[in-house]
């Protein structure tokens, strides 16, 4: 039964990639600007999610969500091929700053999204003692 929670979230995540990434296309300009932002917002996202989902959600619920919705959501292959496409393309530099800059935002934004869905629960926790 699990699997249909994962199949349902996979369904809206990759199709919310798709409509993000065709809104945030014309930006597009030599740099995968659609793969980095969207990857940057599930790293995010799923970093405020967990500690979230932590005790508070039944397993079904943060497998279509974590694991379904995000996991078709974010694009590592995608990610990796576009890097093949720019080194392919001789653009080393873009390549490099791409891998760069996709490792130190998307941690430092699941990291961020990870304190603040902490904080407010802290904060939360404390106001109903």
């Known amino acids: 039964m699990y699997y249909v929670f994962v199949f349902i979230g996979g369904f809206l ?8 990434g065709n809104i945030i296309q014309p930006l597009s300009s030599g740099f995968p600007i ?5 990857n940057c917002l599930g790293s995010f996202f799923l970093g405020a999610f967990l500690p979230f989902a ?4 039944k397993p079904e619920y943060s497998l279509l969500i974590g694991t379904g919705f995000t996991g078709a959501f974010t694009t590592f292959s ?13 653009l080393f530099l ?15 934004l699941s990291f961020s999204g990870y304190k603040l869905t902490n904080q407010f629960h802290k904060k939360e926790g404390a106001s109903t003692s």
């Not at 659609?34 to 969207?38: C, D, E, H, S």
């Not at 995608?78 to 080194?87: D, K, R, W």
């Not at 390549?95 to 996709?102: D, R």
């Open 94 to 108: 873009v390549s490099f700053l791409y891998i760069l800059f996709s490792m130190v935002v998307g941690i430092f």
């Open 34 to 38: 659609q793969t980095f932002f969207i």
């Open 78 to 90: 995608t990610f990796s091929l576009e890097n093949v496409l720019l080194m392919n393309e001789k």
């Open 13 to 20: 995540g990759a199709i919310s990639r798709y409509f993000v």
């Open 54 to 57: 932590k005790n508070r959600l």
